[in-house]
Each structure stands twice: as C-alpha cells, then as structure tokens.
C-alpha cells in the first residue's frame, strides 16, 4: 500500500481528482478497452476459462428495477458502513490502491468508468504488457481507488452524496468530472447485494492476473465471487467492531467460553477494534483462515459460522434458503440480508434484543448489551438503524424493506442463468459423473437443471420424531471450545466440525 511521491500520470495525491474533463463515454470507448484489455492480457498467468457470461438485456421493466436493485440497492446501509464501520475512512487511511481492491477480491465493472479513467487504465494495462512492474503504474495509486469507487465502478460498492442521494456512474451522461468522494463534505459508501454474488467477464483484467482474485471487465450478476476477502476488507475500516454480533465471542455467561468451527481462536473478549482485526485477518495452527476467503457470517449469534458465499442465478430453481435452509421464502431472505446483515444496528434496539434472544438463547442477552456498549461508545446513540424497514410482523424478522424491489429483485435473480462450463474438461470424467450424480444425488438434487428443487423445510420433530434426549451429566464452567482436530500431518485422528441444528429460527 505504498504512495507514489513523483506527481506524473502515475500518482496523483488522494485529493487531486483522477478525471480533469468530462464528455459521456460511448461504446468505441467501452469497445477499445475491452479489445485492448483482451490483446494485452489474454493468456497470462494461466488464466481460467471458466468465465462468466453476461445476463442478455431486458425489456422487462420488473426485471430491469431488479437488477438496478441487485447492483446499487442499499436501503441506507450506507449510513452504517460509513458512520458505524467507517469503511471508505480505513481504506483512505490504509492507501488502499487498485492493486490491492484486486487482491482483496473486488471487481471493477468498465461500463461505469468516465473515458479519462478508462484510457489511464488502459495506459497502464500498455505498460505492463511492455514489461513495467504493476506497482508502478496508476494501478499502484491510491487516488485511482478513490475514483473508480465515486464513479460507481467497484461492483458492489455504493457512493451517495452528502444529501444521500446515488452519485451517478462515471459513464452516465450526468456524471460531473470535478467531484471527488468528499468524506468530510458528507459522502457516503454503502453496499449492495452485487459484493458477493457478482464478478465481470474477464474482459479487461481476468481473474488470476498477477495471482489476484478479483478482475476488471463487464458486470455479470449471479455467480459468487469465492475470491472475495470479507475478513481483510472489513479489518481495513477505522471502526470493525461496530460488526459485532456477527464475529465470533467469548462469552462471560458461558465462562469465557467460545463456539467455532475452527480451531485455535478463543473469542473476542474486550470488544475492542484491535481483537476483531485479529480475529478477520489471523489464521489457526493449520493456516486456516478464522474468517476465510470467499465466505461471508450472516447471523448475529456470536458463533463463528462463516458459510461460503453461494452463486445466485436461476433461484427460481433453488431453494430453501441461509445456510441451514431455514428460509422458503427467497424475499423474506432477501429482506433479512438487508435489515440484518448489511447493517445489524437492529439488534441494539428492543425488537432487536428479541431477534438475538430467538437466535443466540441464553447468550442473546449477553450479546444485546455488548452490541449497544460498542455502539453508544462509538458515539452512535439514537442514529441506528441505519436502513430503514417497516414493521410488518411478518417472517422471520418481522421488518421489511421496500416489498416493490423485494419483488423486482426475485425477478431478477429468476432469470440469471449460470456460466458456461469450462471448456477443458475430460469428456469421459464428465460422463462418468454425470452418472454417479444421477444414482447417488438426486434424492436431495434435482436430475435436470430446468427443474427446481423442492423448498420444503422438514421439521425436526419429523425427522427425529424419537429424539428424547437424556442428560447424562452436566459440565461446569468454565467449559473448552468446540473444535475439530487439530492434529498435524495428512491424516489427523478425527475432522468432526460443529454441527449445530438450530430450529428455532424456522419456528
């Protein structure tokens, strides 16, 4: 995260604006860039195949809504990222430069960006293929980062105005090149459904050039970007803990103790900002990452759950929902990914208070009380929620956003279809699997792709309809951490992960 001293084309300090001139950028513009992208580019690194396909357009104005909400929706979550979490202040304070977003995971959608930097991405992508070190080039520039997020480029990533309105795409007619993102003036960054679920098509900078997950090219909505490092990025906002309910803690009604699927990680403690970076960024005995790349922990039980983040394309065919399946419904998820998991100031209200005693049992008070500690010392009191819902006494929640762009939304993702296959694959392998598939996965899988999967949640009681546990003992306090083996070598001993079957949140 170094910044360049010289002042030339390559370096221009955080406060110069990237884009000096503005005139609308036309398709020769987009066209040049990605034809350009795909000549200097192509073939580097041993570069995957499997890439992403873009969604064909749509005259569908329920779909078009969808989408539009699927890309830059936050419902105000920006307020949270950026008064609570403090994100775009850490990524200003870290000098976070393109190189490193990529590193991190985060795609940049081309469509979006101004003609000025789009040619200095395209000088730089010149420089490289002529053998010029990345670092330095303008995508070593903290500034350049600055830019493409204020131009709506970092798919994903929200930029609002001081009055809280959308800024526009750094493509969009209206797009003003003078402004910059003003932190101090009243700008704000918040976060859409696209952070994980979409990436670009490998156009411009593939995914894996120069070993970096994420790439530059055309948005493609749906599939998950596994190279996504929630964990390291969350860990670079100047306030993290303001996240609290959804790390992993030691709980003091527990006598200190923690629950993980992971070994080696004790829980946070103190609340403190220095022991949730730990806990984002470290790694256990065995290099496994506590917050791994590629996952996201959508609920607030202070358990350590991260789940790999799903691709989300044909999810009229896919079903139930969360990573326990405790959802039939794809808008009630939707909607508690946006009052909750975007922004889980909810919980340190008094219908919060009852979600996390619903969700975390004798712990939730424990949490509440945590959670509304860091929230009022991070001088917070009376702004939160940040994203604004209605109370509707319905699904799991019993708060909802917008129904209108819930709708849009399901529309949306309906019609996603998913990426082509690779094109390198053993033919026979794939005959062979296909075969194993159909007479070994189909009780739970669906044989044919056009046919979605049932979204039946069965009870527990009907599954285990004799379970009537009998305690044999009970342990005192203090009591050690669920944990899988942590032998050493090839074959450890045992690999039981926690398994935790929480049926009240289907209730």
Same mark, same amino acid.
Request: proline fraction near 7%; glycine fraction near 8%; charged fraction near 15%.
């Given at each position: 995260?170094?910044?360049?001293?010289?002042?030339?084309?390559?370096?221009?300090?955080?406060?110069?604006?990237?884009?000096?001139?503005?005139?609308?950028?036309?398709?020769?513009?987009?066209?040049?860039?990605?034809? =350009?992208?795909?000549?200097?580019?192509?073939?580097?690194?041993?570069?995957?195949?499997?890439?992403?396909?873009?969604?064909?357009?749509?005259?569908?104005?329920?779909?078009?809504?969808?989408?539009?909400?699927?890309?830059?929706?936050?419902?105000?979550?920006?307020?949270?990222?950026?008064?609570?979490?403090?994100?775009?202040?850490? !990524?200003?304070?870290?000098?976070?430069?393109?190189?490193?977003?990529?590193?991190?995971?985060?795609?940049?959608?081309?469509?979006?960006?101004?003609?000025?930097?789009?040619?200095?991405?395209?000088?730089?992508?010149?420089?490289?293929?002529?053998?010029?070190?990345?670092?330095?080039?303008?995508?070593?520039?903290?500034?350049?980062?600055?830019? !493409?997020?204020?131009?709506?480029?970092?798919?994903?990533?929200v930029p609002f105005d001081a009055n809280g309105n959308r800024?526009?795409?750094?493509?969009?007619?209206?797009?003003?090149?003078?402004?910059?993102?003003?932190?101090?003036?009243?700008?704000?960054?918040?976060?859409?459904?696209?952070?994980?679920?979409?990436?670009?098509?490998? =156009?411009?900078?593939?995914?894996?050039?120069?070993?970096?997950?994420?790439?530059?090219?055309?948005?493609?909505?749906?599939?998950?970007?596994?190279?996504?490092?929630?964990?390291?990025?969350?860990?670079?906002?100047?306030?993290?803990?303001?996240? !609290?309910?959804?790390?992993?803690?030691?709980?003091?009604?527990?006598?200190?103790?923690?629950?993980?699927?992971?070994?080696?990680?004790?829980?946070?403690?103190?609340?403190?900002?220095?022991?949730?970076?730990?806990?984002?960024?470290?790694?256990?005995?065995?290099?496994?990452?506590?917050?791994?790349?590629?996952?996201?922990?959508?609920?607030?039980?202070?358990?350590?759950?991260?789940?790999?983040?799903?691709?989300?394309?044909?999810?009229?065919?896919?079903?139930?929902?969360?990573?326990?399946?405790?959802?039939?419904?794809?808008?009630?998820?939707?909607?508690?990914?946006?009052?909750?998991?975007?922004?889980?100031?909810?919980?340190?209200?008094?219908?919060?208070?009852?979600?996390?005693?619903?969700?975390?049992?004798?712990?939730?008070?424990?949490?509440?009380?945590?959670?509304?500690?860091?929230?009022?010392?991070?001088?917070?009191?009376?702004?939160?929620?940040?994203?604004? =819902?209605?109370?509707?006494?319905?699904?799991?929640?019993?708060?909802?956003?917008?129904?209108?762009?819930?709708?849009?939304?399901?529309?949306?993702?309906?019609?996603?279809?998913?990426?082509?296959?690779?094109?390198?694959?053993?033919?026979?392998?794939?005959?062979?699997?296909?075969?194993?598939?159909?007479q070994n996965c189909t009780t739970c899988h669906t044989a044919?792709?056009?046919?979605?999967?049932?979204?039946?949640?069965?009870?527990?009681?009907?599954?285990?309809?004799?379970?009537?546990?009998?305690?044999?003992?009970?342990?005192?306090?203090?009591?050690?951490?669920?944990?899988? =083996?942590?032998?050493?070598?090839?074959?450890?001993?045992?690999?039981?992960?926690?398994?935790?079957?929480?049926?009240?949140?289907?209730?």
């Amino acid at each position: 995260m170094n910044r360049q001293t010289n002042q030339d084309h390559r370096s221009l300090p955080p406060s110069t604006p990237i884009v000096a001139k503005r005139s609308r950028i036309s398709y020769a513009v987009v066209s040049s860039l990605l034809l =350009s992208g795909i000549v200097l580019l192509t073939g580097c690194n041993n570069i995957s195949n499997n890439t992403p396909v873009a969604a064909a357009p749509t005259t569908n104005p329920q779909v078009t809504l969808g989408e539009n909400t699927f890309r830059y929706e936050t419902f105000g979550n920006q307020g949270f990222w950026t008064q609570a979490m403090q994100l775009p202040q850490g !990524l200003v304070a870290a000098g976070v430069t393109p190189l490193t977003a990529l590193a991190l995971g985060l795609n940049v959608n081309a469509a979006a960006l101004s003609p000025d930097t789009a040619k200095a991405l395209l000088n730089a992508l010149a420089e490289i293929k002529a053998g010029a070190d990345p670092k330095t080039t303008v995508l070593n520039n903290p500034a350049v980062t600055l830019a !493409l997020i204020n131009e709506g480029a970092v798919i994903g990533v929200v930029p609002f105005d001081a009055n809280g309105n959308r800024k526009p795409l750094g493509s969009d007619a209206n797009y003003n090149a003078s402004d910059t993102l003003n932190l101090s003036r009243g700008d704000s960054v918040g976060v859409s459904c696209a952070i994980c679920h979409a990436r670009t098509d490998n =156009s411009i900078v593939p995914a894996g050039f120069a070993k970096l997950p994420g790439s530059v090219g055309l948005e493609v909505d749906g599939p998950a970007d596994n190279g996504l490092d929630f964990g390291n990025i969350v860990a670079a906002a100047g306030n993290p803990r303001a996240y !609290l309910p959804m790390y992993q803690l030691a709980f003091q009604a527990l006598g200190g103790a923690s629950a993980a699927n992971q070994a080696g990680y004790a829980g946070i403690k103190d609340d403190t900002n220095a022991e949730v970076r730990t806990y984002l960024t470290s790694s256990n005995a065995q290099g496994m990452r506590y917050y791994p790349v590629g996952g996201f922990d959508a609920f607030p039980d202070g358990i350590n759950n991260v789940a790999e983040i799903p691709s989300f394309y044909r999810t009229d065919l896919a079903a139930p929902w969360g990573h326990s399946g405790f959802d039939t419904d794809l808008n009630d998820f939707n909607n508690i990914v946006y009052v909750l998991g975007l922004d889980p100031t909810i919980l340190a209200t008094a219908p919060g208070k009852q979600i996390l005693e619903g969700l975390a049992g004798g712990v939730g008070d424990e949490i509440y009380n945590r959670y509304v500690k860091v929230l009022d010392d991070s001088g917070l009191a009376g702004q939160y929620p940040f994203v604004k =819902s209605d109370a509707t006494g319905k699904g799991f929640l019993g708060y909802q956003v917008d129904q209108t762009k819930l709708d849009a939304l399901t529309a949306y993702t309906n019609q996603l279809q998913s990426p082509r296959a690779p094109t390198n694959l053993n033919a026979s392998m794939v005959s062979r699997g296909e075969q194993v598939f159909d007479q070994n996965c189909t009780t739970c899988h669906t044989a044919s792709v056009s046919e979605p999967v049932s979204a039946d949640v069965v009870p527990f009681a009907q599954l285990y309809p004799a379970f009537t546990p009998t305690v044999l003992a009970k342990r005192s306090t203090p009591l050690s951490d669920i944990i899988i =083996s942590t032998d050493t070598g090839a074959d450890p001993s045992y690999y039981n992960e926690l398994s935790v079957f929480n049926a009240s949140v289907r209730a």
